[in-house]
Structure formats: structure tokens, C-alpha cells
């Protein structure tokens, strides 16, 4: 095992601002805590709330690392002296609290999962992030029950990729929400029932073709002008699980059907969850979903790698949302 550099390789947001103030800087490498390891990154994950953290509209925690990146795959380099499950050598997958677009990248020992046999790097690095938002809020708020039915918007991004096939895996029935046909056919292609061009005619009206009683559960991005329109999309019971706003955060509703259908609202974001939150849902993911990785019914799609120093292009593609799946950094070779 190589020695660990005091400096590394990582990418700063020099400035709020477009993908282009991000830049490759050297810095100091960080150092593990007591219930920390210390990873070697491979790979990093490129996720939305990257995005908004480098434009300025998500606030990195104080505790975190002020770098982008909330999940890596790499290779334990050193282990905090509480850590009983983790060793020098060993290959991880983990959601971090920012810092993942860099050679090393600190983790709660408890936010590392096994590295599923057989995934590159690249393939491992795309899990933690989009698996335990969709895991906590379709499985844990959402009480998603085998038999029921799902209205997951935008199928085609990394959460909604996870998200169908996690409910397909639950025996859920799932309608998709995406902005072209080549997105629908690839929904599709993951196990979703139906998929909705949103931008081919008004989804609201589709979905009460196919399910004219309403589904149980909508996972929403969206948000603004949505809102209302999940809402009566809700069948008697249903829950409503809002993870973003891609279209704002405000909307008028009229509560009267949350009370004559009795409907949950509920959302979540998970980088502000407690480390304890984000522990029990790490084991839930493990308990759940990482058999169905290893069984090859939830896998990654990779649309496109990028190197560190390419950052603000990953960027770029993220936010023209010409991508299907997945878009991850390769940091090292493997
Ligand atoms: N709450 C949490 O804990 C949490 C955690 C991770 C991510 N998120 C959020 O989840 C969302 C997805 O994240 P990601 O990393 O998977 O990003 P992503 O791959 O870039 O996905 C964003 C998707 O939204 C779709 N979209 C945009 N406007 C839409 C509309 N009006 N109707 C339907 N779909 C629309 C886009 O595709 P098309 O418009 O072309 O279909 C794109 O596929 C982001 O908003 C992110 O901030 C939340």
C-alpha cells in the first residue's frame, strides 16, 4: 500500500456560479476520525445536488466537506481507531459528506458499504446516493407495498433509473414521467409499466387513463406546477414523497383532497440526516437492495466518465439533461 500524500488532487467551487468555476486544486488530504476511514477514490458520482451546491442554492453543512461529492468507490487507506468493520485494503463503496470529487475522500465507517463482486469502479461509484434516497423515501416514507402503484418523475435521471427498478424488485407497478421518447423506451427497458412524455401532452391526464383510481405513491423531483397535479393523482391512502424542486418549491394546493383521501405529504433530503439517520439507512440499503446489485436486478447505467480535472463537463451534460442514468468521475485507475 502506497504511502498517503499530504497533499491530493481535488475540485474546489472557486465561486458560486456555471460548471466552470469548478477547478482542479491541490490540497491538504483529510484525515479520518475516530468512526471514519480514509478512502483512495476511484471513482466519484456526479449527482444533481452537486450542481446546486456549485450554483449556490444548496448549502454545504458545516461539518462537511466544503468539495462536491456525496458518494465514491475506492479503497480503504486508514481506519479511525473505533472502526471494527473496515481495514486497510479493503474496497468500499460509501456516501460521504461532500468531498468525493478527490483523490481521497473521508467516510463514516457506517456510510461504507461492501463493493458489490463483479462492478468496476465507475459502476460502484454510481450506487450510494441515488440507492439510499430511493431506498429512504419509496421503501421508508413511502411504505411502497408489493401489489401498489408508483408515479416516479423523471425516470430516466440517476434517482429515477433506481427508483423503477427498486419498485419493480418490491412488486410495485410503475409509471414514469420523462422528456422524450428515447427516455420512455429506456424507462421502459428498466421495468416500468407505462412511461409518460411530459413534454408530449399533459401527463396528469395519461395517468388517469391507465389508473383512473389514482396510484399509492408519487416520488417527486419536480415540484411548482406539479404539485397539485400529484396530489389528484393520489389514490385514497397514497403518499406523497417529494425529494427536489426542478421547477420550484412553492404551490398552492387544495388540502381538501389530503382530507377526503386521506394523502401523506412527506419528503426528505438525506445530506442533512443525522449520521446515525444515515447509518440505519445504509444497513437497510445493504439488508435490501444490495442482494438485488448482486443478483444483477438492480444495476447501474452509465452514460458517460469524465476525469477530475473534466468536472465542470460532467456539469454541463448533467444540466442539459441529455443524459440517461448516471454520470461518474474516474479518479484512479482500479
Ligand atoms: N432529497 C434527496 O435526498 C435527494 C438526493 C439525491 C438527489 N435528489 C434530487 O433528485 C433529482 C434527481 O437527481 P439526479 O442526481 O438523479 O439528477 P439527474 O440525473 O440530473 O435528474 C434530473 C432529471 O429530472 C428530469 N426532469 C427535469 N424536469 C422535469 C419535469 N418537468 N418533469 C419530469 N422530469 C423532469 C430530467 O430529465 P427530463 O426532463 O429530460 O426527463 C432529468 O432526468 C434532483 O432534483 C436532485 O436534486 C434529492
Known amino acids: 500500500m502506497p504511502a498517503i500524500p499530504s497533499q491530493m488532487r481535488g475540485v474546489e467551487v472557486t465561486a458560486p456560479g456555471g460548471p466552470e468555476v469548478l477547478a482542479e486544486v491541490s490540497l491538504a488530504t483529510p484525515t479520518a476520525g475516530a468512526e471514519e476511514v480514509l478512502i483512495r477514490v476511484l471513482a466519484a458520482g456526479v449527482n444533481r445536488p452537486d450542481c446546486l451546491q456549485r450554483a449556490g442554492h444548496y448549502p454545504v453543512p458545516p461539518d462537511a ?3 462536491p461529492g456525496l458518494e465514491v468507490a475506492g479503497e480503504v487507506v486508514a481506519a479511525g481507531e473505533g472502526v471494527t468493520r473496515w ?3 479493503d474496497r468500499v463503496v460509501a456516501l460521504t459528506h461532500g468531498g468525493g470529487y478527490a483523490e481521497y475522500c473521508v467516510a463514516d465507517a457506517g456510510h461504507c458499504l461492501p463493493w458489490p463482486e463483479g462492478l468496476s469502479a465507475v459502476e460502484a461509484a454510481s450506487l450510494p446516493e441515488t440507492c439510499f434516497t430511493v431506498h429512504y423515501n419509496l421503501v421508508e416514507r413511502g411504505r411502497l407495498a408489493a401489489g401498489e402503484r408508483v408515479l416516479v418523475h423523471g425516470g430516466s435521471s440517476g434517482i429515477g433509473t433506481t427508483a423503477i427498478q427498486v419498485a419493480r424488485a418490491l412488486g410495485a407497478e410503475v409509471a414514469t414521467t420523462a422528456g422524450s421518447a428515447a427516455k420512455c423506451d429506456y424507462c ?7 412511461a409518460l412524455n411530459y413534454k408530449d401532452g399533459d401527463w396528469e391526464e395519461a395517468l388517469r387513463g391507465i389508473y383512473p383510481e389514482g396510484v399509492d405513491v ?6 411548482g406546477p406539479y404539485v397539485m397535479k400529484n396530489v389528484r393523482s393520489l389514490a385514497a391512502d397514497g403518499r406523497y414523497c417529494m425529494i427536489a424542486f426542478l ?5 398552492e394546493v387544495n388540502f381538501g383532497h389530503v382530507l377526503t383521501r386521506r394523502l401523506t405529504i412527506t419528503g426528505s433530503t438525506l445530506r442533512t440526516q443525522s449520521v446515525a439517520a444515515k447509518r440505519a439507512i445504509a444497513a437497510a440499503v445493504e439488508r435490501d437492495l444490495w442482494p438485488l446489485v448482486a443478483a444483477g436486478r438492480l444495476r447501474t447505467h452509465i452514460h458517460a466518465t469524465f476525469s477530475l480535472a473534466e468536472a465542470a ?7 442539459s439533461s441529455a443524459h440517461l442514468g448516471k454520470i461518474v468521475l474516474e479518479v484512479a485507475p482500479a
Open 65 to 67: 466537506s466544503p468539495l
Open 87 to 89: 481495514r486497510v485494503g
Open 188 to 194: 421502459r427497458e428498466l421495468g416500468a409499466n407505462h
Open 218 to 223: 408519487v416520488l417527486d423531483m419536480v415540484g
Open 247 to 251: 421547477m420550484g418549491p412553492k404551490a
Open 313 to 319: 463537463r460532467a456539469h454541463e451534460l448533467m444540466e
